[in-house]
């Protein structure tokens, strides 16, 4: 991305393994690139197993009993399809077990395939399993009826066996912790895993991003925020910004450190440098982002690389498509960058 400035900086770490699903047909780095590619937009109406979208919909966002959009992105597979006796677990398990743990189990598999490892050598190793997550709307469906609840409701819905279920199977002995940090819970995961590499208590890090939506009450009290587009889409850094439209996905990464990874014949899809985070403190609110904490945190992240900020050229943003955060986050962008940018050298957002 940039070059060094210092002899200081962290080992960079190597994405060397990596597998997702996402909404539609992306479920392969090639087909997702090709959407972006396209610019495919893949909104949909909410799908009948998930939502009773005519029950549920008013357009009055002021209506605490419903949501004022019609959909979002979802997954295109069956969320019950899922081959239980292969991950060591009965059908009354599976059967309690929520889809989010299901397809997490099954792209790790796939990362770590797709990272040349295969799972008696992984075996008893020191990686490190961090999953990043904010919602649990399998526990809602299981909890509704008390007299109906399955037996291994426990295990099955709760939100740290997102990890803890992938170093049980795979036999993982590293750190191994679910957050929630809503937003950036997954990319926290990134950075706790990077963390716990950099720091010793790791060899190796699976990383680990998740959401599913099942019910429509964690949707409705986001629309009650306003928070939500009503158009089920996400108008980034654009004047028709009015919310997010809510998406599924599920995201894995395997990483090591580069020396190791080229030691190791890896192949090499990405170079970590550096990675920190931060929070806001006391905003006006407490959903609003502040552009200082964001501005400090790209500046101190570069620092901690070493890396030299007037050689980037392109820049990933939240762009959540809100009125607030946005414009917000283009100036933290544009503070952090400005006095090493120039017409003739821009950088790409």
């Given amino acids: 991305m940039a070059g060094s400035t210092s002899t200081d900086s962290l080992p960079p770490l190597a994405v060397v393994g990596l597998s997702f699903k996402f909404p539609e047909d992306a479920t392969s780095s090639d087909a997702f690139w090709q959407m972006l590619l396209e610019g495919r937009c893949v909104s949909t109406e909410f799908p009948a197993d998930r939502m009773n979208i005519d029950a549920h919909y008013h357009p009055d966002r002021n209506r605490l009993d419903s949501v004022s959009m019609r959909g979002g992105h979802f997954l ?5 399809a899922f081959d239980a006796p ?3 677990m009965s059908a009354a398990e599976a059967e309690a077990m929520d889809p989010q743990q299901r397809m997490v189990l099954e792209t790790v598999y796939r990362a770590l395939e797709n990272a040349g490892l295969p799972m008696e050598k992984v075996a008893r190793s020191k990686t490190s399993v961090i999953a990043g997550s904010f919602s649990d709307d399998y526990f809602l469906l299981q909890t509704k009826d008390p007299l109906d609840m399955p037996k291994y409701t426990a295990v099955g819905t709760s939100r740290n066996m997102l990890a803890n279920r992938v170093s049980w199977f795979f036999d993982l002995l590293g750190p191994s912790v679910a957050v929630d940090t809503a937003c950036s819970s997954s990319l926290i995961a ?3 895993t990077c963390q716990s590499i950099w720091s ?10 998740s959401n599913v939506i099942l019910t429509p009450e964690l949707t409705m009290s986001l629309d009650n925020l306003g928070l939500l587009s009503r158009d089920s889409l996400s108008y980034s850094f654009d004047s028709r910004a009015n919310g997010y439209a809510r998406g599924e996905g599920i995201g894995v990464i395997v990483i090591k450190r580069l020396d190791s990874a080229i030691r190791d014949g890896d192949t090499v899809r990405a170079v970590i440098r550096s990675s920190s985070s931060n929070q806001d403190g006391k905003t006006p609110g407490i959903t609003q982002p502040s552009k200082d904490a964001q501005v400090r945190l790209i500046r101190d992240t570069y620092k901690k690389a070493g890396l030299d900020m007037s050689l980037t050229r392109y820049f990933e943003a939240h762009g959540t498509g809100t009125p607030i955060g946005d414009p917000i986050e283009a100036r933290a962008i544009g503070m952090a960058f400005r006095r090493y940018m120039s017409p003739e050298k821009p950088l790409y957002v």
């Fill in 76 to 80: 295109k597979e069956n969320l019950a």
């Fill in 86 to 88: 292969f991950f060591s």
């Fill in 190 to 192: 990134l950075d706790m």
């Fill in 200 to 209: 010793g208590d790791a060899a190796m890090g699976v990383t680990i991003g």
